[in-house]
C-alpha cells in the first residue's frame, strides 16, 4: 500500500512538473519577442519607419534649424509629405533626361517619369487615416497607389520594391505606428506627367 502510494505521488509529481513545463512553452512570447525586440508593436513600427529612411522623403526638411549634417526635420510635419515647395524653375525635359532634382524640402521629384509628390503618410484623412492594413500592405507589396489594385503604380524615388521584402509582422508595425501618428491635413496633388 505505501509503495502504491509512493508511485501515484512520483507520478503526479512527474505529471504536474510535464503539465507546467508544456503550459510555459505555449505562452505567447513577451511583448519585447512578438515586437522584433521592442515593447509594443506601435514602437516597432516607428524604428522600421526610422531605419527604413522614410523621412528622408516624407516629412518636409526645416533649413532654418541646419545641423552639421544637414537640415533638421520639421517636426510639426513630420510624415506628411509634399507641402507646397515650388518645383525649381528649370528645363524640366533636361532634367528629366539627365536625371532628377528635388524640391529644397526633399518632398518632391523631377525625373523621367515627370514630378512626383511623396505622399502624406500620417494618420489624417488626406493621409493613410481611412486606409486598411491589408491596403498598406498591397501598396508596398505590389506598387500600388493609395493601396488598391487598379490604382497606378508607385513612382520614383519611392523604393517600394525594397520594401516589398519586409515580412507580414513588419508591414503591419509600420502601418500600426503610422496609424497612431499625430494627423496633418495635407492634400498631395496628383504627379506631372514628363515633359515632351
Not at 509529481?13 to 505555449?26: E, Q, Y
Not at 526633399?106 to 492594413?133: C, M, R, Y
Not at 516589398?164 to 508595425?173: G, H, S, V
Request: glycine share 8%.
Amino acid at each position: 500500500m505505501k509503495s502504491t502510494i509512493a508511485l501515484l505521488m512520483i507520478v503526479f509529481s512527474f505529471s504536474f512538473l510535464l503539465v507546467n513545463c508544456s503550459d510555459s512553452k505555449n505562452e505567447r512570447p513577451g511583448a519585447k519577442e512578438a515586437y522584433g525586440g521592442f515593447e509594443s508593436q506601435v514602437k516597432w513600427g516607428e524604428h522600421l519607419v526610422t531605419i527604413g529612411a522614410c523621412h528622408d522623403c516624407h516629412t518636409p526638411k526645416d533649413f532654418t534649424k541646419m545641423t552639421p549634417l544637414g537640415p533638421d526635420l520639421d517636426s510639426v510635419n513630420l510624415l506628411a509629405g509634399y507641402m507646397g515647395t515650388p518645383i525649381p524653375d528649370v528645363n524640366r525635359k533636361e532634367a528629366q533626361e539627365k536625371g532628377y532634382l528635388t524640391t529644397s524640402d526633399l518632398t518632391s521629384f523631377v525625373g523621367p517619369w515627370g514630378v512626383s509628390f511623396t505622399a502624406n503618410l500620417t494618420s489624417d484623412s488626406t493621409g493613410i487615416g481611412a486606409w486598411k492594413e491589408e491596403q498598406f500592405i498591397l501598396a508596398i507589396r505590389e506598387g500600388k497607389y493609395k493601396g488598391l489594385a487598379t490604382n497606378r503604380s508607385l513612382l520614383p524615388p519611392m523604393s517600394w520594391p525594397m520594401y516589398r521584402n519586409m515580412t507580414d509582422d513588419e508591414l503591419k508595425a509600420v502601418f500600426a505606428y503610422l496609424k497612431s501618428t499625430k494627423p496633418v491635413k495635407n492634400v498631395v496633388p496628383p504627379p506631372q506627367p514628363p515633359v515632351q
